[in-house]
């Protein structure tokens, strides 16, 4: 497939890079700083500078003949989150210009507060762990919801990945999954495990206009 990736020098977007390319697909990675790609140069492999993401005219070209997309863009902290909200606000311009451009797939990383908690967590997790954990972190879980929100209410073929706390472990390619319900013990996942989500779900119909949580 000939993918673009937005968010490409993120943990999990330049994970996402990576693996697109071992699998063989042709990549282009939108960023705002080439530098902080950290990847190697490789033929199958386009880099494109773009300032502000929500400048739609500018997505377009990015996108034209293109297979799918893949945003793994998000607030790097909450302190970002409130100085100016990143993923809402790009994804109205990104689903924009797919509809310009004529590109219908695409597959989006969240987070899995946004979503329902899960019964079988227990009371302590559902009634005082998780509302400290977004009440700390209100400004990018709105974010987020704002990101769903857009591509909700699109005519983008979407699927929407939802992870637990993400850490540097390595690719396992093996993860527990939910569609559209919360999964029960989602404590953690590698950011190389999301970014398989993220590629495989591509072709999973099974996934199309679902939230999906996953986790280790």
């Known amino acids: 497939m ?22 063989g697909h042709e990549v282009t990675a939108v960023v705002r700083d080439p530098a902080r790609l950290g990847l190697p140069d490789r033929p199958r492999l386009h880099v494109a500078t773009v300032a502000d993401l929500r400048d739609e005219d500018a997505l377009v070209p990015l996108l034209e003949g293109r297979d799918a997309v893949v945003s793994a863009l998000g607030a790097a902290n909450n302190q970002q989150a409130r100085r100016a909200p990143v993923t809402g606000p790009a994804l109205r311009a990104v689903v924009r210009a797919m509809d310009r451009a004529g590109v219908h797939r695409l597959t989006a990383v969240s987070a899995a507060p946004v979503g329902p908690d899960a019964p079988a967590d227990g009371v302590l997790t559902r ?46 390619g093996v993860y527990r999954r939910a569609v559209d319900e919360p999964l029960p013990r989602a404590r953690t996942i590698s950011r190389a495990d999301v970014a398989d989500a993220l590629l495989a779900f591509l072709t999973d119909p099974t996934t199309s206009r679902r939230a999906v949580v996953v986790a280790s």
């Open 127 to 172: 009634a005082v762990f998780l509302p400290l954990l977004r009440r700390a972190l209100r400004d990018l879980y709105a974010d987020l919801a704002d990101m769903e929100a857009v591509l909700t209410a699109s005519r983008v073929d979407w699927t929407v990945v939802r992870p637990p706390k993400l850490t540097h472990g390595r690719h396992t």
């Open 2 to 23: 000939e993918l673009t990736v937005f968010g490409a020098t993120g943990g999990v977007g330049r994970e996402v890079v990576r693996q697109a390319l071992e699998a």
